[in-house]
């Protein structure tokens, strides 16, 4: 198995039930790992791929609540640290557009609900995970899923959204930093076009994705097992000396 090493270990992938997430969920599981699958309100969906491993060797839960919360998010990682016996590797994946909104259609508090679900919600669970993280044995690893909105600005109605992501790339390397001595390593991964999941589905019509599928050098879409290829690379034994990096998976629109 290509990802052998990872066997065993004990994951924690927010929003993990769809979309992206889902597909990330199902790599961790395919590579032997200990996975607990958070949710918002995808509670149905995290349980039915959790009851998919019932008679595996592994363990493989479901766990609820809102991230911008912080009590919640310090509940939520005690509850998967006392099942799972431990953490080895967060992947925050939590995040959303909310909608599309120009300059002078921004108001603070939809300002405010953006920045909660893309970055509150990573600070809550990256603080309340960072402790547990910084007891693995082998050295753990966190990987943020950021967007190529934060390396071009996105698309007209991105500006909240774009703003965020970019501020994600920004906390991958400041916090690769501070968490390199606990021997934790720190990543992002910026996915571009990726059809076939909710935030594509509710955002980008198909005339855009066609549009946007022209100036893609690959000329095609990514898939979501596009990034959770790449998150398990950066997650795995493979990349021990790489922290504070971003991957760009976007068929070649924008390169680093």
Request: aromatic content about 6%.
């Amino acid at each position: 198995m290509i990802y052998s090493k990872l066997a065993g270990k004990r994951v924690l992938i927010t929003a993990g039930a769809q979309g992206i997430g889902e597909a990330i969920s199902r790599r961790f599981i395919a590579a032997g790992c200990h996975v607990a699958i958070h949710y918002f309100s995808s509670s149905k969906r995290a349980e039915e791929i959790a009851a998919e491993t019932k008679d595996s060797p592994q363990k493989v839960i479901a766990v609820g609540g809102d991230l911008t919360a912080t009590a919640t998010a310090t509940q939520l990682v005690a509850t998967v640290v006392e099942q799972l016996g431990g953490l080895d590797i967060l992947v925050n994946n939590a995040g959303s557009m909310v909608a599309r909104r120009r300059l002078e259609e921004i108001d603070d508090l939809f300002w405010t609900e953006v920045f909660d679900l893309n970055l509150r919600s990573m600070l809550s669970i990256t603080r309340a995970a960072a402790p547990h993280l910084a007891q693995s044995a082998q050295g753990s690893s966190i990987v943020n899923l950021a967007s190529l909105a934060g390396r071009k600005g996105g698309h007209p109605g991105s500006l909240a959204y774009a703003t965020a992501k970019g501020a994600v790339l920004t906390w991958t390397r400041a916090l690769s930093n501070e968490l390199a001595p606990q021997g934790t390593r720190v990543n992002a991964i910026a996915p571009g076009l990726i059809l076939g999941t909710s935030f594509h589905h509710t955002h980008t019509s198909k005339e855009s994705a066609d549009k946007t599928i022209e100036g893609i050098p690959l000329g095609i879409a990514g898939s979501p097992d596009d990034v959770a290829r790449a998150v398990l690379y950066f997650a795995s034994e493979y990349d021990g000396f790489i922290t504070g990096a971003t991957l760009d998976i976007n068929g070649g629109v924008y390169c680093a």
